[in-house]
């Protein structure tokens, strides 16, 4: 595949299922335009360039990775990643701040939102909701990635691909309506602004509306996105993005159970509102992005992508500080505003390609990058507002704070994190491409710190955290055939925890290693693709803490919070070791399968606050994820499909204490689907939780109601 055609391929798989890839690497006439070339990538065939960096069919990658792609993502008429990630092994979703964003759970760890998720493999604000329809796929991949990123949490990086210009005339509109006052109208247009088709444009755009099936709760949001490929010369072009997005909801703070178990959630109705209906989660972002590819040669790329994005965030919260409510069923809850603004910027440069040396093809990549994230908070204090009975409550009944802050306030500190990273990545391919040996090295220089100001200046004691690791990576794969390889590989990570202010210590780095072996198979003549890891990760120096105390703990600690009952802690060893399958792609020629299951068990080795051999926090040892899509390409009916899915998650443990009364019931849910296309229309009709189970998402004894059952009807048409 030439790198110069990346940025326009038409992904149509998921994983490593079925692709149809629009073949754009001739030039075509102005008449002809319309004659595109379709060519079908099957099983692990498929070809992807972002996360990786280089673009290696996932059957010869010793590392694990796994895509949610558009085709996916219309069946099951996707609207958030949180039900995106239902279709990959080893990642769950613990909990959401609000319901304005979510929090992730990869191999038995949490990610990390400053530095786990990518848009185009850049940072992006995550303080919203992640997912809009400038997406095209979304792209896992599993492990420590410090190699490409630099710091983040070892459990999974997330990457957003967005949608890119066609050569072609598209036009695409869509209506989703649905049960809780949904409205959702979207748009996706793209084509040529210049008779040479050089100037390429595309444009997404959404508007939501929707209720929620929790009374009270109400949002509203928009999103624009859109972009221009500039083809300067045959050999290089430019590809300038934008986006627009903002977000509006009513804060969702979850359900504290009357005595402080899960048990006790039966005494209270499904999806109560404890919260305050005039508190709000606001967001709102606007980012640029452009790269630039220059193909030096037929098998040399250089590759620019620089970025700034601008997010502010507004959080009116409400939470519960001692978790469950008196013996007369009266709940303290406690409101905390603040206001962020964030500012991330950054540059990237890589050298990607390929060789010959003495019968060796080396694949390798060459860059460096320079990220600064920066922030400034304001805050309230915290404010304690008139005790709610939990199962009559009352709303309304204090006078609110509220805040204004200003993004150019001189007298506020910012905080940032600068990163610089350089990086190479060889993958040699030898014995008559039966053996690939992936060899990689990062060095990173990273600094956290604070700029403070006259009106709030620096402690006496404060210093910048510094750290220049380096991050390795080796692998080794082996295809005894060519439709089957097996690999081993490791890798470190790192996690810098920056100067705390409550104890004015700089933290220690959390650093990880993992271990993984698996096996990948692309069967039925390359439809189906086959994919099983086995990992270990070991996890040291955690930054942790304890809720729901008593008084001072007495293991080691750094705080303690004598209000709030709670204390900080660092060091400690936890180990995550599990298995995950991943089969996706077309067992026949109608029936197309997705199924994700994994099997992990991450526990404590040795920490100051817990017990060895503990589960860690939302960590669900078993999830079996399933969806099947039938198609009828024959008769009357030729046109229409059938969609069925089942998603199950194991019982776990609101908190590492794995105290009895913290342990949450397994859930299971079933998805259905109907859709048609005729011609140019399409129309699809999906139910979720179709059988209205019930299930709570839980952290820290915070309990989040999972969805009721839902019908969503699409109507649209494309052409």
Not at 389 to 399: K, M
Request: charged share 20%; with cysteine.
């Amino acid at each position: 595949m030439n790198f110069q055609y990346v940025g326009a391929l038409l992904f149509c798989a998921t994983g490593f299922s079925a692709t149809a890839q629009t073949d754009t690497t001739s030039k075509p006439k102005v008449d002809s335009v319309k004659i595109l070339q379709e060519v079908a990538v099957y099983g692990q065939k498929r070809q992807i360039a972002s996360i990786t960096k280089t673009p290696t069919p996932l059957i010869d990658l010793p590392i694990s990775v796994q895509l949610v792609d558009r085709k996916l993502i219309e069946q099951q008429q996707i609207m958030d990643i949180r039900d995106a990630v239902k279709n990959v092994s080893g990642i769950t979703v613990t909990g959401t701040y609000g319901d304005g964003y979510a929090m992730f759970n990869g191999r038995g760890f949490g990610l990390n939102f400053q530095s786990n998720f990518r848009r185009d493999g850049m940072q992006l604000p995550t303080t919203g909701r992640l997912y809009g329809d400038n997406i095209e796929r979304i792209e896992i991949l599993k492990g420590p990635a410090s190699i490409q990123y630099g710091d983040v949490a070892p459990g999974a990086v997330m990457n957003l691909v967005t949608k890119k210009p066609l050569e072609q005339d598209y036009r695409r509109f869509e209506l989703k309506v649905g049960e809780y006052g949904l409205v959702r109208p979207t748009m996706d247009l793209s084509g040529a602004l210049t008779e040479n088709r050089n100037l390429l444009y595309r444009i997404n755009a959404t508007y939501e509306s929707s209720n929620h099936f929790i009374d009270k709760i109400n949002s509203k949001s928009y999103l624009i996105a859109p972009t221009l490929m500039w083809k300067i010369i045959p050999k290089i072009d430019w590809t300038v993005e934008m986006v627009a997005r903002n977000d509006d909801r009513v804060f969702a703070p979850g359900i504290a159970s009357p005595d402080g178990t899960f048990d006790g959630l039966k005494k209270l109705p499904y999806g109560h509102f404890l919260g305050e209906p005039d508190n709000k989660h606001r967001y709102n972002e606007m980012s640029t992005h452009s790269t630039i590819n220059y193909r030096l040669s037929k098998n040399l790329t250089l590759r620019n992508v620089s970025f700034l994005s601008k997010a502010q965030e507004q959080e009116e919260s409400v939470f519960f500080p001692f978790q469950g409510a008196d013996a007369n069923g009266m709940l303290a809850r406690t409101t905390e505003f603040f206001q962020t603004f964030t500012k991330i910027f950054g540059t990237t440069f890589d050298l990607v390609g390929s060789f010959n040396t003495f019968g060796i093809k080396h694949d390798f990549v060459i860059g460096t990058d320079y990220t600064q994230w920066n922030y400034r908070i304001y805050y309230n204090d915290p404010v304690e507002l008139t005790p709610i009975d939990i199962y009559n409550p009352v709303y309304g009944q204090d006078q609110l704070p509220k805040i204004i802050g200003s993004e150019s306030d001189k007298d506020l500190p910012h905080n940032y994190i600068k990163r610089i990273g350089v990086y190479a990545q060889d993958q040699l391919k030898f014995w008559k491409d039966r053996m690939h040996l992936m060899l990689g090295l990062r060095y990173n220089r990273t600094s956290r710190g604070t700029k403070f100001t006259a009106a709030q200046p620096k402690p006496d004691n404060y210093k910048d955290d510094n750290q220049e690791p380096f991050s390795p990576r080796v692998a080794l794969l082996v295809k005894p055939v060519k439709w089957l390889s097996v690999y081993a590989s490791f890798t470190k990570s790192y996690e810098q925890n920056g100067w705390d202010p409550l104890t004015n210590l700089i933290l220690k780095t959390t650093n990880a290693k993992q271990v993984e072996a698996g096996a990948k198979a692309s069967l039925l003549n390359e439809r189906l693709g086959i994919g099983l890891s086995v990992f270990r990760i070991d996890k040291k120096d955690i930054v942790g803490y304890v809720f729901g105390l008593d008084q001072a703990p007495d293991f080691p600690h750094l705080f303690y919070n004598d209000y709030y009952k709670w204390a900080m802690y660092q060091g400690g060893h936890h180990r995550s070791r599990g298995i995950e399958l991943d089969i996706n792609g077309k067992v026949t020629k109608q029936l197309t399968v997705n199924l994700a299951t994994s099997l992990i068990d991450a526990t404590v080795v040795e920490d100051p606050a817990f017990k060895a051999g503990n589960q860690l926090e939302g960590n669900a040892k078993q999830t079996l994820n399933v969806w099947l899509n039938y198609t009828l390409d024959k008769g009357a009916l030729k046109g229409m499909d059938f969609g069925y899915g089942f998603f199950y998650k194991g019982k776990f443990y609101s908190a590492t204490d794995n105290l009895q009364e913290q342990e949450v019931r397994s859930y299971w849910s079933m998805d259905a689907s109907v859709g048609y296309t005729f011609k140019n229309f399409f129309t699809r009709l999906n139910v979720s939780n179709f059988t209205d189970q019930e299930g709570y998402l839980a952290r820290s004894g915070l309990y989040e109601p999972l969805w009721k059952r839902r019908a969503v009807l699409s109507i649209g048409v494309k052409f």
